[in-house]
Antibody, heavy 119, light 106 residues
Framework: EVQLVESGGGLVKPGGSLRLSCAAPGFSFSGYSMNWVRQAPGKGLEWVSSISSSSSYIYYADSVEGRFTISRDNAKNSLFLQMDSLSVEDTAVYYC????????????WGQGTLVTVSS | IQLTQSPSSLSASVGDRVTISCRASQGISTSLAWYQQKPGEAPKLLIFAASKLQTGVPSRFSGSGSGTDFTLTISSLQPEDFATYYCQQVKSYLYTFGQGTKVEIK
């Protein structure tokens, strides 16, 4: 069974950093692109970043470009999001998602981890 | 690529036919998905490639459209369908979502 389990969320001050992790047991992790999607409290979904199966292709939303870094460790079935220079606007639940292996549809979602940026 | 959903919210009764629209700012062929999100839960993929039903999704859900105009239809609304629905384009690698449509109980 596909499972995605995020961790690493918490409270951080503006300007601070946080590293999110997503454990992905239960499927052939190295064969799929992975993504981060966030949702600010009471708001809609916002795609944050994507990484291809071999890390050859990486994309970021304009809102996080230059501040966030996505990475993966296929040997450990894990996805990461390094978040630097955080601002209050980055406060959100962050979801790890697995795509369908073909077109990029988000076939599976984790339960999310809450990041709160506040002084 | 921007996606605009309409309406932003709607009220409907059990058994009603519900239609939600999603318009793209440029043509995306059929590179569109629909997701359902219930309060406190992660989103769930319902429809991909504009009209293909994800495994396990009830057949009362259907999708249509291509190019810039897309529709999600629930043929007979059930109590478990009250949720927020989002469209998403995957034509561009800079994926985007619509702003969401909340379906509430009348």
């Amino acid at each position: 069974e596909v499972q995605l389990v995020e961790s690493g969320g918490g409270l951080v001050k503006p300007g601070g950093s946080l590293r999110l992790s997503c454990a992905a047991p239960g499927f052939s992790f190295s064969g799929y692109s992975m993504n981060w999607v966030r949702q600010a409290p009471g708001k809609g979904l916002e795609w944050v970043s994507s990484i291809s199966s071999s890390s050859s292709y990486i994309y970021y939303a304009d809102s996080v470009e230059g501040r966030f870094t996505i990475s993966r460790d296929n040997a450990k079935n894990s996805l990461f999001l390094q978040m630097d220079s955080l601002s209050v606007e980055d406060t959100a639940v962050y979801y790890c998602t697995k795509d369908d292996g073909l077109k990029g549809y988000f076939q599976q979602w984790g339960q999310g981890t809450l990041v709160t940026v506040s002084s | 690529i921007q996606l605009t959903q309409s309406p932003s919210s709607l009220s409907a009764s059990v058994g009603d036919r519900v239609t939600i629209s999603c318009r793209a700012s440029q043509g995306i062929s059929t590179s569109l998905a629909w997701y359902q999100q219930k309060p406190g839960e992660a989103p769930k993929l319902l429809i991909f490639a504009a009209s293909k039903l994800q495994t396990g999704v009830p057949s009362r859900f259907s999708g249509s459209g291509s190019g810039t105009d897309f529709t999600l239809t629930i043929s007979s609304l059930q109590p478990e369908d009250f949720a927020t629905y989002y469209c998403q384009q995957v034509k561009s690698y800079l994926y985007t979502f619509g702003q969401g449509t909340k379906v509430e109980i009348k």
